[in-house]
């Protein structure tokens, strides 16, 4: 499962931070579980936090930053129960009341720790509830380590297209799809020009979509747009400051991934019924 890279990009690699943002209430299922953060949410008899915890490890990532907010305990305490290698390779950062503002607030947390915002860095941003398949990962990974260079230069994310109907199939019509709105450039780059969400029964069937793989990578450059941007206007998620910054300037780009590897986000029962389902007698 592990990603064979050159001595050489297993030394850009390095650069690569996950922050995994574990703050938020999780009210969508709040209803369901009962004092433990949705990250700490079993999928097939491991927490989802557990799956991409080990699933990068894999992948060669050496350094990891949780953020923690609403029963911040529950994740401390899960990680003081790994062994103490990977506890090393662990950096958690209390949003103190940050995450009640909102998803934006709760990453920007990680200004408070000056040893994680350096030049050079690439930040993988991802929500502390969502299950990824190991392959996706993996896949994502191998095109970031193909093009650590390019990405110390620009902010992506992935996407894959989809067909609604498909799509209907799998999920619960009341989810929240994240869509991205593209255009292509004269040098064939792929510019992301909004970060839409659409509740997926308000699609038509016939319509194929770029749904956005819940993760943002993301350069110096931009968090340092993003903090500058914050104190100017009035936003509480990720997206919705994206797409500030993004009507006026190209910033964002759109990365292509196979649609075969497959995510789920966690925002209800049924998805954690029917992933579990899905996921019975099957390893990671």
């Known amino acids: 499962m592990e990603i064979n890279l050159s001595l050489q990009k297993n030394k850009l690699i390095e650069n690569l931070i996950p922050i995994i943002l574990c703050a938020g209430e999780g009210t969508r299922i709040s209803d369901f579980i009962h004092n433990i953060p949705k990250p700490l949410i079993k999928i097939y008899d491991k927490p989802i936090l557990s799956h991409l ?16 907010g609403h029963l911040r305990e529950e994740i ?10 990977l506890q090393n390779k662990i950096l958690l950062v209390n949003s103190g009341n940050n995450y009640k503002m909102g998803p934006l607030y709760s990453f920007l947390s990680i200004t408070n720790k000056k040893s994680i915002l350096r030049k050079g860095k690439i930040y993988l941003v991802f929500p ?68 839409q969400q659409r509740k997926l029964s308000e699609i038509d069937n016939n319509e194929e979509i770029n749904q956005i793989v819940p993760l943002f990578v993301f350069n110096h450059r931009i968090i340092n747009k993003i903090i500058e941007t914050e104190r100017k206007i009035s936003a509480t998620t990720i997206r919705e400051i994206l ?4 009507k006026h300037k190209n910033i964002l780009y759109a990365v292509p991934i196979d649609p075969q590897y497959r995510f789920i986000d966690i925002d209800t029962k049924s998805d954690i019924l029917s992933l579990n389902q899905k996921n019975k007698g099957k390893g990671q």
């Open 53 to 68: 915890i080990f699933n990068l490890i894999k992948l060669n990532i050496t350094s990891i930053v949780i953020i923690t």
């Open 128 to 195: 502390g509830d969502t299950y990824y398949e190991s392959n996706l990962l993996k896949e994502i990974l191998h095109i970031i380590s193909n093009n650590l260079t390019i990405m110390r230069n620009k902010s992506i994310i992935f996407y894959q297209k989809m067909k609604v109907i498909n799509l209907k199939t799998q999920l619960n019509s009341k989810k929240l799809i994240s869509i991205a709105k593209i255009e292509k450039t004269r040098s064939k780059e792929i510019v992301v020009k909004e970060v």
């Open 243 to 246: 797409n500030h910054i993004i």
């Open 76 to 85: 401390e305490k899960y990680i003081s129960s790994l062994t103490k290698s």
